[in-house]
């Protein structure tokens, strides 16, 4: 029985499908079968993220409306056979989702993988709100700034009473904080709110920490998930994020300037 | 159940159903002899005639005792001679019932202790009914409603007839609203509305103020207009001679 995780945030530009690419992908990179879907119809963005955005064939809203069957519009990585994905419709728009065609699609996938990660549009409109409706965690990712902090707090009302663990009166979705693009040199001048700035208002259980890295960009033009740059500190973050997720205690990195010394500005580092 | 998307205006609504609560006059029945029960209401009628001027009238047949009949279409002719207007009917047996059903009547629910107005706050139009006040509530109508998630943004609490107590903070764009005192043993972002059906002595109590707005009984204040000095300190706030009293506690 697979797990669905919501990765969403209210604010647009956050960085949710670059984290719903990520977090995929590093799940499918330990091994575990996963399919991430995008709920952004019209607005497409996740094939472009992964890089197969020229192997489109059916989409989700073909799924929903029984005009190809799942496997025909699922999409398998090149570079992780664990990692499927199943990209929006670009030309149809919003009222294509149904609740029902979309739960009958996520129990259908429910039984051939073991994550189901879901890409969030922005807003809390019908594509956000159905696309956290199903879901056994959230991921809430949020910049480190007061109208992203707000919109997240927004939905995690939303998350609390309209997702049908909610309706049903079961245990509420789990919630994680996601802190994206943080700059601890901002932070530390007093531009920037603080992680701990964030959780006052918040109180979430903090996922992870991903600096704000001009490799996401690289990726991004590349169609490669920034979690296989091993090089680049959000890579390395996502890294630890999904380790995280999946029950490994580890400190969080990236949170302080890191001071270079005389060896590290030497020999780079 | 099922998550409802935004309704797409097809044509235009002519109506607008959900309810409403009203606080209405009793008339308990403790005789049937609908002479003396009309000469005794219109001694109250000239006590104060314009509130009985075409006043709805709910009629309450409890304590007559079943079996006891009542000449219903002399009860309602004397009542509207009165310039009363009986809507309905409550306590009835099931003779009485059906009687004053037949004179268009209607059957009213025959609960002492709690009146109307306690089923509220579920259909209240909050966006998202978050803590079903209604249903603590009804079961224990002393115990003010207690929440121990944070408030979030967009969500509305109203603890109906009772305190409310929020053992977490909230969030701004988040409403607390309380018939009684609001107690918030946290920081206050959004709004806090106490006494809302027109208690003055009501009182809200935060551990940190930094609300977007306060009122309690309709006088309000809003963040600009509260003393900067006071941010970041447990205080209580009350009314005062119709002015918004903040002090530290």
């Keep these: ?269 | 159940m099922s998550v409802k998307p935004k309704a797409k205006p097809r044509l235009s609504s002519s109506i607008d159903l959900r309810a409403s609560s009203f606080t209405l006059p009793v008339l308990t029945l403790l005789d049937t002899d609908t002479k003396s029960i009309s000469e005794q209401l219109q001694h109250k009628v000239k006590q104060a005639p314009e509130f009985f001027k075409n006043a709805p009238l709910v009629i309450d047949m409890g304590q007559l005792g079943s079996q006891a009949t009542i000449d219903f279409e002399s009860l309602m002719d004397r009542i509207k001679l009165l310039g009363i207007t009986p809507i309905g009917i409550r306590g009835g047996d099931e003779a009485q019932n059906s009687a004053a059903q037949s004179f268009g009547l209607a059957l009213l629910a025959d609960t002492r202790a709690n009146s109307t107005a306690e089923k509220l706050p579920v259909q209240k139009k909050a966006s998202e009914p978050v803590k079903q006040a209604s249903k603590s509530d009804l079961t224990s109508q002393s115990s003010a409603l207690l929440v121990t998630q944070p408030v979030r943004s967009g969500q509305r609490v109203y603890a109906v007839d009772n305190d409310l107590v929020v053992l977490a903070a909230v969030s701004p764009g988040a409403e607390v609203m309380a018939d009684g005192n609001i107690h918030i043993y946290g920081v206050l972002r959004g709004r806090a509305l106490a006494g809302v059906k027109g208690n003055t002595d009501t009182r809200i109590f935060c551990q940190d103020l930094q609300a977007e707005l306060i009122a309690i009984s309709g006088h309000y204040q809003i963040s600009e207009g509260i003393d900067e000095t006071l941010r970041g300190k447990p205080t209580q706030i009350r009314l005062r001679d119709s002015s918004l009293l903040i002090e530290e506690l």
């Design chain 1, 1 to 269: 029985m697979a797990r669905t995780i919501v990765v969403t945030s209210g604010k647009g530009g956050v960085g949710k499908t670059t984290t719903a690419a990520s977090l995929a992908m590093g799940l499918a990179l330990k091994g575990h079968r996963t399919v991430v879907i995008d709920f952004d119809v019209g607005l497409r963005n996740l094939d472009l993220l992964m890089g197969c955005e020229r192997r489109v064939v059916y989409d989700f809203v073909n799924v929903i409306n029984n005009e190809a069957k799942i496997n025909q519009a699922l999409i398998r990585d090149k570079r992780c056979e664990d990692l499927s994905i199943l990209p929006a419709s670009q030309t149809r728009d919003k009222d294509a989702l149904t609740e029902d065609g979309v739960g009958r699609v996520l129990d259908e996938l429910a039984q051939d993988f073991d994550f189901i990660v879901c890409d969030s549009p922005a807003g809390i409109e019908r594509g956000a709100t159905l696309a956290m409706y199903f879901a056994d965690d959230a991921v809430v990712v949020t910049n480190p700034e007061i109208s992203s902090v707000r919109d997240s707090d927004r939905m995690l009302g939303i998350l609390s009473s309209k997702s049908r663990r909610a309706e049903n009166g079961e245990e509420p979705i789990s919630e994680h904080l996601l802190l994206t693009r943080y700059a601890p040199e901002r932070v530390k001048i007093g531009d920037m709110l603080s992680v701990d700035d964030v959780q006052e208002i918040l109180s979430l259980n903090l996922l992870g920490v991903i600096p704000e890295s001009k490799s996401v960009l690289n990726a991004s033009n590349s169609g490669t998930p920034i979690i296989m740059d091993e090089d680049s500190d959000a890579g390395k973050a996502y890294m630890d994020i999904v380790s995280r997720y999946l029950g490994d205690e580890l400190p969080h990195r990236f949170i302080e300037i890191e001071k270079k010394g005389l060896f590290g500005r030497l020999f780079g580092g």
